[in-house]
């Protein structure tokens, strides 16, 4: 398994500001991904973090208002820019482990969350 | 990714009884996942299912995959008040293993 801290845990912003969510790993891992959860609802896949090169978002996301950062194996960061309140959620950082070696499991393991609420 | 549908979205249970939560899609999938989300919590991953038709039992847990991909199902037998939470079966993209989720069912446990 993998400890995965994440911060801020929850906070509280105006509307238009922007935020950083910081989420680090306790081992080098491969795939990092961002996923949102609006309230009382599943998760949604925002972007896969790539290490040294620009993060892969899904459909309906866009660099602009979630730029990510993925400075090495252990560390992403995810802005939510110029936010809005339908941008209150949690956003969820997940990383997949693999053996060194082994194929792809596709397991997930998640951060805690960053639960956002924005007035 | 890939689109499932699962249901019920709710379930109430009385303590002791069984149930089980469904997740269908209408293409064949390369494999499933089960999590289980608690209250406030975050999800932990459960089990990974890839054959067809494998049956796979954790305690009082039973994952089923159907033989045609295209379906699973998630059997608790004696539910317990431990078993409150929300179930996501989430299938992976062949390609890039990418997850998509399903929209969960929500358990609850009449003592």
């Known amino acids: 398994s993998a400890v995965i801290s994440q911060k801020p845990s929850r906070d509280i912003c105006q509307r238009g500001t922007s935020l950083t969510i910081q989420c680090q790993v306790d081992s080098q891992v491969t795939m990092m991904f961002w996923y949102r959860q609006q309230p009382g609802q599943s998760l949604t896949l925002i972007a896969t973090?790539?290490?040294?090169?620009?993060?892969?978002?899904e459909s309906g996301f866009v660099i602009d208002k979630f730029p990510i950062s993925r400075p090495n194996l252990t560390f992403s960061t995810l802005t939510v820019s110029n936010m809005s309140p339908e941008d209150s959620s949690i956003y969820l950082c997940s990383v997949e482990l693999r053996q060194p070696g082994l194929a792809r499991t596709g397991e997930l393991f998640f951060g805690e969350g960053s639960r956002l609420t924005v007035l | 990714g890939q689109q499932v549908m699962q249901i019920p979205q709710y379930q109430h249970v009385q303590e002791g009884e069984d149930f089980t939560t469904y997740c269908n899609s209408s293409t064949t999938l390369s494999n499933i996942q089960w999590y289980k989300q608690r209250p406030g919590g975050h999800p932990v991953f459960l089990i990974q299912?890839?054959?067809?038709?494998e049956v796979k039992k954790q305690k009082r847990l039973t994952f089923q995959f159907g033989e045609a991909k295209k379906n699973s199902s998630l059997h608790i037998t004696a539910t317990q008040t431990t078993d409150v939470g929300t179930y996501f079966c989430a299938p992976a993209s062949s390609n890039d293993y990418k997850l998509s989720f399903g929209a969960g069912t929500t358990v609850t446990v009449r003592a």
């Open positions: 973090a790539n290490q040294g090169s620009e993060a892969t978002y």
């Open positions: 299912l890839v054959k067809s038709g």
